[in-house]
């Protein structure tokens, strides 16, 4: 069973960067599709971006494209997600999941305990 740690939440300004790294157990790392998930106080959990098993294919939710990046190093059993531009509104619990597939993730999927992302105007 993948295991999954996230790191690299904080308080940030508006317009500043973050970076998101989620560190697996497993060495089946490169076997799993990796995602990003946010969930706000009072809203449900929500899909952020995606990567698959080689790192070469990304998705992304519209609020987030052109601003995040995912990205994997198989090699360190790591997935990062890079947030430039921050909003008031990326302020949320940001979930790290492994799955067969995105279409699995939330049914499925192995799930990091969250870190925080808060983000001042």
């Known amino acids: 069973q993948e295991q999954l740690v996230e790191s690299g939440g904080g308080l940030v300004q508006a317009g500043h960067s973050l970076r998101l790294s989620c560190a697996a157990s497993e060495r089946t790392f490169s076997s799993y599709v990796m995602g990003w998930f946010r969930q706000a106080p009072g809203k449900e959990r929500e899909f952020v971006a995606a990567i698959n098993r080689g790192g070469g294919v990304t998705n992304y939710a519209d609020p987030v494209r052109g601003r995040f990046t995912i990205s994997r190093d198989n090699a360190k059993n790591t997935v990062y997600l890079e947030m430039n531009s921050l909003k008031p509104e990326d302020t949320a619990v940001y979930f790290c999941?492994?799955?067969?597939?995105?279409?699995?993730?939330?049914?499925?999927?192995?799930w990091g305990q969250g870190t925080q992302v808060t983000v001042s105007s």
């Open positions: 999941v492994a799955a067969s597939s995105i279409a699995t993730m939330t049914s499925r999927g192995y």
